[in-house]
């Protein structure tokens, strides 16, 4: 049941589906990107996850493996996008994310990476 939820939570992530994202969100739920900011409140998330895809209009997730207890899902693969959709400013990286189900939503989720690549790509950008 938790896999198909944090399923479900990706595919909207790839699809670039923020109402989707808020549906599957808990009224509580904490975004920890790779820096270890914190961000709350569905308002702000949504918000968060458009402004993310606006700058990523390709961005996905990809799962190779995923691990399971009780709650807690760690799911290990690769991000990538292309920042404002120019083919130059394509990336890929290793990442990791952890999500807390509770009551069929996503409490927490978290986000592990080495966003270098990234970065460089965005103040190449500036």
């Not at 691990?67 to 404002?84: N, P, Q, R, V």
């Not at 509770?102 to 990476?113: N, S």
Request: aromatic fraction near 12%.
């Amino acid at each position: 049941m938790n896999r198909n939820i944090v399923a479900e939570f990706v595919q909207a992530i790839n699809h670039a589906d923020a109402e989707t994202l808020i549906e599957l969100m808990t009224d509580d739920h904490v975004f920890i990107d790779s820096q270890g900011n914190k961000a709350t409140g569905k308002e702000n998330l949504k918000s968060g996850w458009i402004g993310y895809f606006e700058l990523f209009p390709d961005y996905k997730i990809e799962i190779n493996e995923i691990l399971e207890k009780d709650s807690l899902i760690c799911m290990l693969g690769f991000a990538s996008g292309t920042y404002k959709n120019i083919k130059d400013n394509y990336w890929r990286i290793p990442a990791a994310w952890t999500a807390i189900i509770k009551d069929t939503k996503v409490q927490c989720w978290q986000v592990y990476a080495d966003n270098i690549i990234v970065m460089e790509i965005i103040n190449r950008n500036k």
